[in-house]
């Protein structure tokens, strides 16, 4: 409904991206008789920025696709003018900013204009980030905008570009990878300055899930290779890593984005210590009746209460349908944020939320990890797939702190889900707690990241896993309690290892060393939390190889 009727107010709104289009065109929506003015210096804005990977691999046809509204029309001037009724400046430059006159000063296709503002809303985005001494150069390019996709599919098309080497395993870069290997089939180098990758979101384990996953479909994956420099010429393009050197046609460099903040700078609004712009749950700045939103902002973290710089296109679509409330009068806040996010990497897809494992040990948590494979429907289910989970979470009060999942399935689901008991600050019991809709084809009876919960109370009583990539401790014996043809398929190749499976432990413990701990395992952790059960209770010391030996095994190379 329309708010109620007040003075009218002139609304300016620099950017027509997610944050800005969302609140310009909600606002004119709640406060029709209001002045609602967008202004962009580029000539095509609002289009869905993360589906430029997608354009390139061939999944999306064309880049005007990603333009369009559910119901085909193109979002262009035309389009927010004649539909949502607002003012659009597009190829306009902010040239300057009065705050206290309340006046914005622009420079555009008609020449100089000055636009008057009651309310200033800042939603300047983001930009890639670029390496020391990176070269400006048409071999070397980075992946962010509308413009960086047609050069790349064209070099692609020619048969120019045949090897191209992508700097930076985060989100872009996986993309990337799988888009110039699985349509094209350009040879890929993938090169990560951390040990694994999506270093800053996973821990090693599931890392090692996704480094195999691109190993296996022939991209290779050098980690732990900080750049040292990128080198272009008439041939191809030189990328070394310390003493090592790629040879590429091309290199793309995806190492993140930083926060556009030199208008926000440039009349006094105060930026965080992440270098984004400081607002609260208002979204109001330090400026009064100046406002921000999208990935120009900082927010504040669910988990460990910090300022973070979260550029996601959700929490940017969201915050400007909540900044349009706030400044039609409604009673709204932007609260915390989980940092809940997914990417597709070949036929994996990988989920996370919260903090890694590493991360909370950084920030002094306290901070313990657990992990199981699991189906992501009923396990009889034709189409079921295994699904790998990972529980982080503070030891000493059980308050969850992250998860991560990875699988040719339901993966993001069970982030989902568990972002909920994150924002909330729940421990492990509030996932068992959660209700889900259960049907064989959609999910198995007990909801996955529930089960996750209760490996981590089983932690909580003494019941521990390891991880899966781990070797025995010395002198600690391997009790393999599977099915001798599952060991059969799937063998130790950590050492020697006793076989006793499950069905016959009760009658069989006894031909266990007293003396020994012992490491449990099995195919997916499960039989083998129950055997370390067994064997506590007897008197034995026991862990268990969480995630078992689908999870050890399809890490491939990640095992240490």
Not at 10 to 17: D, E, I, K, L, T
Not at 28 to 53: H, N
Not at 153 to 161: A, D, F, P, T
Not at 283 to 294: K, M, N, Y
């Amino acid at each position: 409904m329309t708010e109620a009727a007040g003075p009218a107010r002139r609304v300016v709104v620099v950017g027509a991206s997610a944050a800005g289009a969302r609140c310009a065109s909600r606002l004119k929506r709640l406060q029709p008789e209001w002045s609602v003015t967008m202004v962009d210096e580029s000539t095509v804005y609002s289009y869905a920025a993360c589906g430029l990977p997608y354009v390139l691999s061939g999944d999306i046809d064309a880049l005007d696709e990603l333009r369009k509204t559910s119901y085909g029309v193109s979002r262009g001037r035309t389009y927010f003018e004649n539909v949502k009724r607002l003012r659009v400046l597009e190829g306009y430059r902010v040239t300057g900013v009065d705050a206290e006159a309340g006046i914005l000063k622009v420079r555009g296709p008609a020449g100089e204009l000055e636009l008057p503002w009651d309310e200033l809303v800042l939603a300047t985005g983001a930009e890639p980030v670029a390496l020391p001494g990176q070269p400006e150069h048409p071999r070397v390019r980075r992946f962010h905008t509308w413009n960086d996709v047609k050069p790349l599919k064209r070099g692609l098309i020619e048969g120019s570009i045949t090897h191209v080497a992508v700097v930076g395993a985060g989100l872009v870069g996986l993309e990337l990878a799988e888009a110039f290997r699985s349509l094209w089939g350009a040879e890929v180098t993938l090169i990560e300055a951390g040990p694994h990758p999506m270093p800053l979101f996973l821990d090693r384990e599931a890392g090692a899930l996704v480094s195999a996953e691109l190993t296996g479909h022939g991209v290779r994956v050098l980690c732990g290779r900080p750049v040292r420099s990128i080198k272009p010429d008439g041939e191809g393009v030189t990328v070394r890593t310390g003493d090592d050197a790629v040879r590429a046609d091309h290199v793309v460099v995806a190492v993140g984005v930083r926060p556009r903040v030199e208008l926000a700078r440039s009349f006094g609004v105060e930026l965080g210590p992440t270098g984004a712009i400081a607002v609260d749950e208002r979204l109001a700045t330090s400026v009064p009746h100046v406002w921000a939103a999208g990935d120009c902002i900082e927010v504040r973290h669910a988990v460990n209460g910090e300022p973070v710089h979260c550029p996601l296109g959700s929490l940017a679509n969201r915050q400007g349908r909540v900044l349009a409330d706030i400044l039609a009068g409604r009673e709204d806040r932007f609260g915390p944020v989980a940092g809940a996010l997914a990417v597709k990497v070949f036929d994996l897809n990988v989920a996370a939320a919260g903090l890694s494992l590493a991360r909370a040990r950084e920030l002094g948590l306290g901070a313990a990890a657990v992990w199981m494979t699991t189906d992501d429907r009923a396990h009889y289910w034709p189409e079921s797939e295994n699904l790998y989970l990972q529980a982080v979470f503070e030891e000493e009060t059980l308050r969850l702190l992250g998860v991560q999942t990875v699988g040719k399935g339901r993966a993001v689901d069970a982030v989902d889900l568990a972002a909920q008991v994150l924002l909330e600050g729940g421990s492990v019991d509030e996932l068992g707690r959660l209700e889900h809709c259960y049907a064989p084809p959609f999910a198995p009876a007990l909801a996955p990241v529930a089960v996750l919960g209760f490996v981590a109370r089983n932690h909580a009583e003494g019941i521990r896993c390891v991880s899966p990539l781990a070797a025995p401790a010395e002198a600690e014996g391997v009790l393999d309690v599977r099915l001798r043809e599952e060991s059969a398929a799937r063998p130790w190749a950590g050492g020697d290892s006793v076989h006793i499976p499950l069905e016959e432990l009760s009658c069989r413990v006894g031909e266990l060393d007293r003396g020994r701990r012992w490491l449990v395992i099995c195919e997916r952790g499960t039989r083998s939390q129950e055997a370390a059960r067994r064997l506590a209770s007897a008197g034995y010391r026991a862990r268990y190889l969480g995630g078992g030996m689908l999870w050890r095994t399809a890490a491939g190379g990640g095992v240490s």
